[in-house]
């Protein structure tokens, strides 16, 4: 395993991007990149990461399965990431880049795992390989004094994220790690102290991960320090 420090900046760009996916120029061949949203937030958390990656590749920013307020039921990690690879089949996409922070890393870890001639090159942000429970207890006690109208406003359901957090004691991807093919980068900020041993584990369970910790730079990446980010995946993705 191998660990980089990467400066960070907070200030995002300001812009807009229609939501779900984008087609870049059809004559273009780059390998689409799906970005997967954590717990707490909804797709448009990668509206800036998108922004400054349009056109230059196929775009898709899905609700993780499970998370949307519409759906009816939670749905395990193994269920997601099927879910999410028959979508991706759905769209046409044989072979993607995926990207996941927090929860949205534990569905593609999973989905790298139990598809691996889906994933081409595979980034995951502040996951986990066996969510603490103590972090899990802290982070339940917080939602629940957060009003749901705050998570409405995002359109995130705070029921449904209180499920998810409650399941999440049940993951552990240990035996999933070895069996991912893809080339990985782990990424971390270096002020998300909660998840630094969960990035490690990460990278060392992972055959040939990478792991960079983004100086100055918290728990989203993609809202805190986009920027950066996009250089990162620019870098990673070619």
Known sequence: MRVYVAPATLTPPVAAYPAGVTDTDPTVEAVPLVLLHGAGQAPMAWEDVVVALYGSRRLLTPWVP?????????VALPAAAATLDTDLMLEGMAQVDLCGLSLGAMVATQLAADFPERVRRLVLI?????????????????????????????GVSKTRLLQMLAASNEVDLTDALPRITAPTLVLVGSRDKANLPGARALADGIPGARLRVVAGAGH????????VLVSILEDFLG
């Open 220 to 227: 989203a990446l993609n809202q805190e320090a986009p920027e």
């Open 66 to 74: 499970g998370l949307r307020p519409t759906e009816k039921d939670l």
């Open 126 to 154: 502040a996951g986990q390989v066996r969510p603490p429970r103590a972090l899990l207890k802290v982070q339940t006690g917080v939602m629940r004094m957060i009003p749901a109208s705050r998570f409405a406003d995002s």
